[in-house]
């Protein structure tokens, strides 16, 4: 007889109450689980409830993001967070590091800006003359015009086009182009070889302001001191437009170079005139024109769309004397200034100024020696044109000088010139 258990035992003697009766649709079925609706809605809640819940930030909230405090801003090392200044904003931070990788300049933080301190001039930032792109001979083959005289240069970077000029008698102008394959080739327009002379005077610098009409050329005459503008839209043959003379302002200060600078990059470099009040154009053309001068002074002129009429807005320092040529890069609105002679050295400036003497004077970014040039070469570098930086390749652009009396080094193309921005 099999044992019965003994809470079974004691169940069943007399006088113990009996088991309760369960009903079977009471008995719980091990397999069911709780409503999966109403805990998936539980949970929703629960984090919906959290996500609405902003954490508060104890930094800087910028651009949506909590930032800690003392943390530096990412893109300027001379920013930081500091809630007790801004907690929307980043800081200026003094004690913050900048280095614009070079070794000739001593970087500190000024005001949120990097400031640089000249310890010396820059080396020559791209490859030496002799690895550079000799442009001489699209000219011709053996001598031809491009080796005496050759004097200016401007790119247009709209048309893509290099324009350089000679400022012998009777002068001429030329229109470079890409020919697709990484080189270039003098221009056709029209059919016709991109080659002009006329009376254009003593060519020392070229300027094409206008995006939209990239055939319309300003020509600086130094000797004459005038500005003209020429349609230079058929090949071999000129249309004179306007001449505006600067005679009045220029002085015995000879006339050496030209660039344009267009009215949004004076707003945004904060440029101001002679009397240190933000200047504009105001005469149609959208910007204003710089003139270099042997001296190193630059001036600025308001030219009239309609009229001959000159605005002299304000002179200039540039840091050095002999400026042979200028090129305004909008992309950055750094202006680029070769000084020639003796000097030998590419100034990059700022259009910021501050009083200087009796004027003002452009701020200095930096200074680069100039490019070597090979055995019994002339060095006599004049005309210059660069590409903006906002059409660098792989960290570089070309830069292009014409050497006035170089014979077969007369127009170089320095295809490895930093850019500003990382590449």
Not at 341 to 369: C, I, K, M, Y
Request: proline share 8%.
């Amino acid at each position: 007889m099999r044992p019965v258990p003994a809470l079974l035992a004691l169940m069943l003697l007399p006088g113990c109450p009996s088991p309760p009766e369960t009903d079977a649709d009471d008995s719980v079925d091990p397999t069911d689980t709780p409503d999966d609706t109403e805990v998936d809605t539980e949970v929703d809640t629960e984090v919906d409830t959290l996500q609405d819940t902003e954490l508060p930030c104890d930094g800087c909230t910028i651009d949506g993001h909590c930032v800690d405090v003392g943390e530096a801003n990412p893109v300027n090392g001379c920013e930081y967070c500091d809630p007790r200044v801004s907690e929307v904003a980043w800081s200026p931070d003094r004690f913050g590091a900048c280095d614009d990788g070079l070794d000739c300049t001593r970087d500190t933080c000024s005001d949120g800006r990097c400031t640089l301190t000249y310890v010396f001039t820059c080396p020559w930032p791209a490859e030496t003359t002799g690895q550079s792109d000799n442009l001489t001979e699209l000219e011709g083959p053996l001598v031809n015009d491009f080796h005496t005289d050759l004097a200016a240069a401007t790119w247009d970077p709209g048309a893509r086009r290099l324009w350089v000029a000679t400022d012998g008698g009777p002068s001429r102008i030329w229109a470079i182009e890409e020919n697709g394959n990484g080189g270039y080739v003098i221009g056709s327009p029209g059919g016709a070889r991109a080659e002009w002379q006329a009376d254009f005077g003593d060519v020392e610098g070229l300027a094409v302001p206008d995006p939209t009409t990239p055939d319309v050329v300003y020509v600086l005459a130094g000797t004459e001191g005038t500005i003209t503008s020429w349609d230079l839209a058929q090949g071999g043959a000129p249309h004179k437009l306007r001449t505006w003379s600067l005679s009045a302002h220029l002085g015995a200060d000879a006339a050496r170079a030209l660039t344009f600078v267009p009215d949004p990059s004076l707003v945004a470099a904060g440029f101001v005139s002679a009397d240190g009040l933000p200047t504009t154009s105001a005469q149609g053309l959208d910007g204003l024109f710089l003139v270099g001068q042997r001296s190193g002074t630059l001036r600025a002129f308001d030219l009239s769309a309609t009229t001959d009429a000159v605005v002299a807005v304000g002179a200039y320092a540039s840091g050095r004397t002999d400026v042979e040529g200028l090129e305004m890069d909008p992309s950055t609105g750094l202006l680029f200034v070769w000084h020639g002679g003796d000097v030998d050295t590419l100034s990059v400036l700022r259009l910021t100024s501050h009083p200087a003497g009796d004027g003002r004077a452009f701020d200095v970014d930096r200074e680069h020696e100039g490019p070597s040039t090979p055995v019994l070469v002339a060095s006599a570098y004049q005309g210059l044109a660069i590409v903006p930086d906002s059409d660098c390749v792989q960290g570089t652009r070309s830069l292009f000088l014409t050497n006035n009396g170089g014979g077969f080094y007369s127009l170089m193309r320095y295809a490895t010139f930093p850019c500003e921005a990382a590449p």
